[in-house]
């Protein structure tokens, strides 16, 4: 089926470990985001994509980690996870730069949550 | 910067009751504004956007208006059912924000039968 997939959708760590949570397209979109959602704060953009190999920071990176090696995957690392980085992580991918041309497209989200 | 604000939730309604749910947003350029859906268990969807001023975004019987006098983006629904339960984000992409979104922190919505 096309779509955005996200794995896993659930997954649970201690402060310290490296955990990688992935996001597959199968549209062939451009363009790749990883968004953090926390309560009352809405989303936050905290690694995007313009292309293979082409990443940029957004809003929160630090502790986080991106590649993009292929078009159609976009890993996100946490290489040491902080309880702070408990939360729910969204994949998105939209086929053109300007938001206001194209649709922006979620998975499911993976729930992280570090002790 | 740009910024969104949004009412706070949880809206709770009576099914067939008209909904309102306020958007005012902050921007120092001419930003598109955008309300996304997410239903529970799922990621987020587009409901409807705006490009320009005064331009009408209606999607699935919900409808917002661009308003540049008022930086406002309010939603709005004439009678709300079961399955319109959600939560709801206004978010806005402009120049300054590199046309990046800004979101809103989301509002909650529950509709009883």
């Known amino acids: 089926d096309a779509g955005i997939t996200q794995s896993p959708r659930y997954k649970i760590t201690e402060t310290g470990r490296q955990v990688t949570l992935m996001c597959h397209q199968t549209?062939?979109?451009?363009?790749m985001f990883w968004y953090r959602q926390d309560l009352g704060h809405g989303l936050r953009l905290i690694y995007y994509?313009?292309?293979?190999?082409?990443?940029d920071k957004g809003e929160v990176p630090d502790g986080y980690v991106v590649s993009r090696s292929k078009t159609e995957n976009f890993p996100l690392t946490l290489e040491s996870a902080t309880r702070s980085q408990t939360s729910v992580y969204f994949c998105?991918?939209?086929?053109?730069?300007?938001?206001?041309?194209?649709?922006?497209?979620f998975g499911e989200g993976s729930r992280l949550t570090v002790l | 910067g740009n910024s969104v604000t949004q009412m706070e939730g949880p809206v709770t309604l009576s099914e067939e009751a008209f909904l309102t749910i306020n958007c005012t947003y902050t921007?120092?350029?001419?930003?598109?504004l955008f309300w996304y859906v997410q239903y529970p268990g799922e990621g987020l969807q587009l409901l409807l956007k705006?490009?320009?001023a005064d331009d009408k975004g209606s999607n699935k019987g919900f409808e917002a208006t661009y308003r540049k006098e008022t930086t406002s983006f309010h939603l709005e629904k004439g009678s709300v059912q079961v399955s319109d339960s959600a939560v709801y984000f206004c978010?806005?992409?402009?120049?300054?924000?590199?046309?990046?979104?800004?979101w809103g922190a989301g509002t909650k919505l529950i509709i009883k039968p």
């Open positions: 921007a120092t350029g001419y930003p598109s």
């Open positions: 994509s313009a292309a293979a190999d082409i990443t």
């Open positions: 998105a991918s939209r086929e053109t730069f300007l938001p206001g041309t194209g649709e922006l497209f």
């Open positions: 705006a490009t320009k």
């Open positions: 549209w062939s979109h451009s363009y």
């Open positions: 978010a806005l992409s402009d120049t300054d924000s590199n046309y990046q979104l800004i």
